[in-house]
């Protein structure tokens, strides 16, 4: 028997960083929206009858043998880390091979690491038969992702790796609340250019400055996030009226009270695309995740999308072809 898993990534439309503990419960009314893309993740699991392991990261060149569970969790090196994580609290009693593979870059603000996170539960999970509810493997991941970070982290990634579509994710006392959106899969495959600032970015330290700040009652990093949730909530309204056309100037207003939140989320790779897009027809630019780096998802009418991706191409951007991924019927 062998176990093929994938997951998507993300595009974070409004009200990233509020997912994070205790945040959303400092500014209460906050929600998240973000959309599963066409950027996915990887595992196939192999089951063996004896304790051997041998594990594949492909897309970092790893490959080794172990002869027993114990020996990969003594493991030093770095490919191993979130795999690891995992197998500390799956800890099958069989050897087993693994594969992983991501398509989304280093430290690229899609959500990579939380869809991997997510791709290997559900492999587990089907290998040992375990019975976890979406909510229990939602928390499970954010919990060995913060055993990694060594910080407190958001859960809006987990949502469209596990559960595909428009997602909108609302915060508060006691949790979360999750329900997908409909929304136009043409419009949005057809404005939409994901592309790579060629840096990678660091999102457990970009939201662990805004978390320690905030719990420490910063005024203006509170009054910072109020703009963030204000302009979620905004999204939320568009979104479940289907007034699509004001999309780019919510897009716009998010970044700009991104920026205001923490000089870390930008940065000159980032403000000279910006630059570039609107020069050549792009209507607004969205940061991916925590910012600083990584990837960024520019907004164009539909007739404009291929002369700004050639313009981004000519500047030395890379283009990451993606597309949303809708939930099944």
């Known amino acids: ?37 066409s950027v996915s993740t990887y595992v196939e699991l192999e089951p063996r009858t004896d304790e051997h392991i041998r594990i594949e990261v492909s897309d970092l060149g790893f490959v080794k043998n172990f002869s027993s569970l114990e020996e990969l969790l003594e493991e030093t090196a ?90 909108l994710i609302e915060y508060g006392p006691g949790g979360f609340s999750h329900r997908r959106l409909p929304f136009p899969e043409d419009l949005f495959r057809q404005s939409m250019t994901l592309i790579y600032t060629g840096q990678p970015h660091h999102s457990g330290l ?42 780019p100037s919510l897009f716009n207003r998010e970044y700009e009270a991104r920026v205001q939140l923490s000089e870390a989320f930008v940065s000159e790779e980032i403000l000279r695309l910006k630059e570039l897009s609107l020069a050549h027809g792009g209507q607004a630019v969205k940061i991916c995740g925590a910012g600083g780096g990584g990837c960024v998802m520019l907004w164009s009418e539909p007739e404009q999308k291929q002369a700004l991706m050639e313009a981004c191409q000519k500047s030395g951007f890379q283009t990451i072809a993606a597309q949303p991924v809708v939930a099944p019927a």
């Open 206 to 247: 970009n939201n662990w400055q805004v978390i320690k700040a905030a719990v420490e009652g910063d005024p203006q990093t509170l009054s910072n996030l109020e703009a963030l949730r204000d302009v979620a909530t905004e999204m939320k309204e568009l979104c479940l009226k289907g007034n699509w056309q004001d999309l």
């Open 1 to 37: 028997m062998k176990y093929s898993l994938s997951s998507p990534t993300r595009v974070d439309f409004a009200g990233g960083t509020l997912d994070c503990w205790p945040l959303y419960l400092l500014v209460p009314g906050s929600c998240t929206i973000n959309l599963s893309i």
């Open 78 to 167: 770095p490919e191993l880390q979130l795999i690891q994580a995992h197998l500390k609290y799956f800890r099958p009693s069989l050897g087993f091979v693994l594969r992983t593979r991501s398509e989304s870059p280093v430290g690229g603000g899609l959500g990579g690491s939380s869809s991997l996170c997510i791709s290997l539960i559900k492999a587990f999970k089907k290998w040992l038969d375990l019975n976890l509810t979406p909510e229990q493997i939602v928390g499970l991941a954010g919990d060995i992702e913060a055993q990694i970070l060594r910080k407190p982290t958001g859960t809006q990634d987990y949502f469209p790796a596990l559960l595909s579509g428009l997602n």
